[in-house]
């Protein structure tokens, strides 16, 4: 059985800084594509961040570009975004998501599996 367990959200104030982390379990953590994505309240879930399955490319939104790195341990089964420079815009619930394909999707459809998500909140 396939399980991720994102932890490190909470309620930051606006220019703060977070890092959150999603700990795999029941796959072959090194062949997955590893994904961030948000959802606020009222809107779609978009993608945040996504790490390849050797770390050693990534792809960020938009949004995020130059505030947010991603990074993963394929020794612990675990991958990482490191956010910074926060703002209230950024307030969402944030999932990590794992990708069995090596390509990088930038859409939730792409993912096979899903953590139950961790709150961050921003506050002006």
């Known amino acids: 059985q396939v399980t991720l367990v994102e932890s490190g959200g909470g309620l930051v104030q606006a220019g703060g800084s977070l890092r959150l982390s999603c700990a795999a379990s029941?796959?072959?953590?090194?062949?997955?594509?590893m994904g961030w994505f948000r959802q606020a309240p009222g809107k779609e879930r978009e993608i945040v961040a996504a790490i390849s399955w050797s770390g050693g490319a990534a792809y960020y939104a938009d949004s995020v570009k130059g505030r947010f790195i991603g990074s993963r341990d394929n020794a612990k089964n675990t991958v990482y975004l490191q956010m910074n420079s926060l703002k209230p815009e950024d307030t969402a619930v944030y999932y990590c998501?794992?990708?069995?394909?090596?390509?990088?999707?930038?859409?939730?459809?792409?993912?096979?599996?899903w953590g139950q998500g961790t709150q961050v909140t921003v506050s002006s």
């Open positions: 029941g796959l072959t953590f090194s062949r997955y594509t």
């Open positions: 998501a794992a990708d069995s394909d090596m390509v990088i999707s930038t859409t939730p459809r792409g993912y096979n599996y």
